[in-house]
């Protein structure tokens, strides 16, 4: 009897012990989620914007999962714990971070339905920021999964549609897109595989394709209601046809019509290729949009339009413009870069060689302007004979061979070996670029 007892005592405890356990487990995943949920609220009545406190929540939520996933790590709900971690760290913007608990949901949980949804959401993300390169490497890891199996239709063909266009089977695109594509009843991604299709087109030399479904969208949709995306594909068909001045018309056109900013900025592209004035347009954009990030773009394209050669001042404080708006932003930090090299010219009274050659290196490496740089390095060639002298012109062979691909290149070749016939560098441009 008194052995029974000891029995039904170890398992009493046992359970209690069980139940206190589980108890303190779900007490920590709830008070997780619940911080989670919590900032979510707060992420969506923020326009889906971050601030400091925000940020601060999905922190504080991620390690409150993280000690989940470490102190009970075989409770059932592991792989709601990793979901919720990955959510988090896309909504900061981590996503290298986000991946890592994606290869962890993948490994610990191939089964889980939360698998898919952090696929999903990670990939919507991936390609919504143009990390395209991440989104093939996480369709990868799931692709060949049993649970994939059961993700939704629709989704799935756009996630393969989108990993063939990144792949360039451009012909897979096609094929699939083709069969589908009057069976899509979502909208959205119609109109995304419907653009991965044309492109498809294009890149396979079918424009004419391309035209004819694009003529059939504009017979049904009004012009209105046809996505900007389309308008800027049709115009690399007649691009990719030498037809520039078509390409122009359209977006021209649709512009007047809809004030698209992805429009504007093709339209703005494909004028300075061509060589057209586009400082005035660039000025009427400006004094339309009031959204910051907006306006430093194209005060920095308006700050191109002038020549530091003999604009400097003028640049310069359209680029003190974009810094006082933000430093922090793409624009910001371009803009200061910037900067940083106008302000080396300004300080230099009496240049040197070495003077231009850092100038030179400047443009070409931190601001990836050639042309600018071959300025400066002519400039410094201009000097009496220095020690950098020989580099200066080996630098400027390099850009105008490799780089500017300019006939230019030998005349520089041959006044460098007439100049300094035993410098290293001659042995250098002939050893590197098969020069005789």
Known sequence: ?????????????????????????FNTFYNAKKIFNE????????????NQGIKQGYEKAIQKFLYVIKYYPKSP????????????????????????????????????KFTLYGFDKLSENLIEK??????????????????????????????????????????????????????????????????????????TKKEEKAISILNEIYKKEKSKEIPSSYYMILSDVYLSKGDTNKAIEILEDVYKRNLSKEVFFKLIEIK????????????????????????????????????????????????????NISRSTEYGKRANEYLEVLKKIKEIE??????YLSIAEDYYIKLSKPLYSEYFLKKAIEIDDSIYTPKAYYFLFFLQKEILKKEDAIKTFEEFKNKYPKSFYIEEIKRRLNVP
Do not use: H, W
């Open 130 to 203: 143009g990390k395209f390169e991440e989104f093939k490497y996480v369709y990868l890891l799931i692709k060949n999964l049993e649970i994939y199996k059961n993700f939704k239709g629709e989704k799935k063909l756009f996630y393969k549609i989108f990993n063939d266009f990144l792949e360039e089977n451009y012909e897979g695109v096609i094929e699939s897109s083709e069969n589908f594509i009057d069976k899509i009843k979502e909208n959205k991604l119609k109109e995304k595989i419907l653009e991965i299709l044309l492109k498809s087109y294009i890149k």
């Open 272 to 323: 300075k290729k061509k060589g057209q004035f586009i400082r005035e347009l660039l000025k009427e954009f400006k004094e339309k949009t009031q959204e910051d990030s907006l306006r430093q773009r194209v005060i920095f394209e308006i700050a191109e339009t002038y020549d530091e050669r003999d604009s400097l001042e003028k640049k310069e404080e359209l680029l003190k413009e974009i810094t």
């Open 39 to 50: 900032t979510e609220e707060a992420y969506r009545k923020n326009n889906y914007k971050l």
């Open 77 to 112: 709900f592991i792989d709601d714990a990793l979901y919720y971690i990955i959510l988090s760290y896309i909504r900061l913007e981590e996503y290298d971070k986000a991946i890592k608990k994606f290869e962890e949901i993948v490994k610990y949980a191939p089964y889980s």
């Open 1 to 25: 009897m008194v052995q029974k007892n000891k029995i039904f005592l170890s398992i009493f405890l046992s359970l209690l012990f069980s139940c206190a356990a589980f108890k303190a487990y």
């Open 350 to 355: 009496k240049k040197s060689v070495k003077d």
